[in-house]
């Protein structure tokens, strides 16, 4: 299922982020880069083990990714050509600075799509799983990131939520109309 927002540059997709055909899949990874399960065992599945030689060469470079970060990998056997690897933050309940750190993995990851030149990126719902995020404020700041980025950037030109459930799905079409 596809829905396109007010703006063009913004689809909703219901479905497995590894099978988007999107320049680069958005990774809800953890800080030592090493995979895990969610989002980030589905992506290191299906993209192969390059995804993860990657990882731990960048390991050894920066020492893994703190919260809000974001870096770049080859998408190995995925459609997508790369996968950027973001790590949220964990929910706390709300006051340890978990909006902020939201909308870095949102904003960090669009400037390394952009810097790489790339035109598409698919994004999940970042900590909304394992992470225990709440969905609705999470589709909030995704929301408002992805607009405020896309509004003083040419690349990347569409960005993809691609949601897995249904409830994930009603609050992104909401924050969509509004
Ligand atoms: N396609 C699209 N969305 C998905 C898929 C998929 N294949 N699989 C899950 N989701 P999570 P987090 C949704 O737990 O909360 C890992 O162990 C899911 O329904 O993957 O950021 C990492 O290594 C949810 O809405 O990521 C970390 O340790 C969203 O993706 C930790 O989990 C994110 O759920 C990160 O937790």
């Known amino acids: 299922m596809s829905t396109n927002s007010s703006s063009d540059r913004i689809q909703l997709v219901q479905g497995d982020i590894t099978r988007q055909e999107v320049a680069a899949i958005v990774n809800a990874a953890n800080s030592s880069l090493l995979g895990g399960g969610g989002v980030d065992g589905a992506i290191h599945r299906a993209g192969g083990p390059v995804i993860l030689e990657e990882c731990r060469a960048i390991r050894a470079r ?3 990714c703190k919260t809000g970060e974001a870096v770049i990998t080859t998408g190995g056997r995925l459609p997508a050509a790369h996968v950027i ?9 709300g006051h340890r600075g978990e ?11 669009l400037r390394l799509a952009a810097e790489h030149r790339l035109d598409s990126i698919a994004f999940p719902g970042i900590s909304t799983g394992i992470y ?3 969905k609705k404020e999470a ?4 929301l408002q990131t992805v607009r405020a980025f896309l ?3 040419p690349l990347p030109k569409t960005v993809v939520f691609v949601v897995f459930d249904d409830e994930s ?5 909401q924050e ?3």
């Open 99 to 109: 909006p902020e750190l939201l909308a870095n993995c949102y904003r960090n990851s």
């Open 139 to 142: 589709t909030v700041i995704a």
């Open 151 to 153: 509004a003083q950037s």
């Open 169 to 173: 799905r009603r609050y992104y079409e």
């Open 62 to 64: 920066q020492g893994g």
């Open 176 to 178: 969509l109309r509004s």
């Open 132 to 134: 225990g995020y709440p």
């Open 85 to 93: 690897h973001t790590v949220g933050p964990v929910w706390h309940g």
